[in-house]
């Protein structure tokens, strides 16, 4: 009964480490995020998650051990393209599109393995305090909103495309970190936090 238990939790813990958590900004549906530099939690390689591990694989009495592998790198992101209008006449197309640029702090979390994510008070928290060992509280559950609306005429020319989407500007923290209690493992996985600073549309013409 025994090995049938720990089997058990082997293959839980094995299962664990795909399972990806998303928070309130779900931002891995965004079409597009660049980091400056670095990579996102989902592209890790089990190669380097097992390399991270290692840093947060000496045992402790109580608490998190925590190995941030990006720290607040800057990134830019497109969460949708609104519209996307092509010219093949041969003559100008007028086009007029009201324009809105906000001003936001928008905050996202995802993890990796047994960690796992909470809610209080409507915000979306990594459970077991895991928040407060990186210290994002105070930084990150800020949410701000600064919106200015105007209008835009402009012409689309032949042989060109005018696309508009939705752009913005943020950073990336992950990891990975390991909970212990009573110096026995309790919790290990990847970390991920996005906060958005910037998001506003962005209209681009192009020729084709």
């Known amino acids: 009964m025994k090995r049938l238990t720990v089997l058990l939790l082997i293959m839980i813990s094995m299962y664990g480490m795909r399972l990806v958590i998303h928070g309130s900004a779900n931002y ?13 939690l989902e592209d890790y390689t089990e190669k380097e998650y097992q390399s991270y591990y290692e840093k947060v694989s000496p045992r402790m009495f109580m608490g998190w051990r925590v190995h941030k592998v990006n720290d607040s790198v800057k990134a830019t992101y497109v969460t949708e393209t609104l519209f996307s209008y092509y010219n093949d006449g041969f003559t100008p197309i007028e086009y007029k599109y009201t324009l809105s640029r906000k001003e936001t702090s928008k905050l996202g979390l995802s993890a990796t393995g047994s960690i796992s994510l909470s809610t209080s008070k409507g915000d979306k ?3 077991n305090n895991l928040d407060t060992s990186l210290k ?3 930084d990150y559950q800020v ?25 913005g500007e943020g950073k990336v923290t992950n990891g990975v970190a390991a909970r212990y209690v009573l110096f026995v493992r309790m ?17 681009e013409k192009k020729r084709i």
């Open 136 to 138: 994002l509280t105070a």
């Open 28 to 40: 891995q549906t965004y079409e597009e995020i660049e980091l400056v530099t670095g990579k996102l």
């Open 143 to 167: 949410t701000t909103e600064d919106k200015e609306t105007y209008e835009v005429k402009l012409e689309v020319d032949p042989g060109t495309q005018v696309n508009l989407y939705t752009y």
């Open 125 to 127: 928290l990594f459970k």
């Open 187 to 203: 919790e290990r996985g990847g970390f991920e936090v996005f906060l958005v600073t910037t998001q506003y549309q962005r209209l």
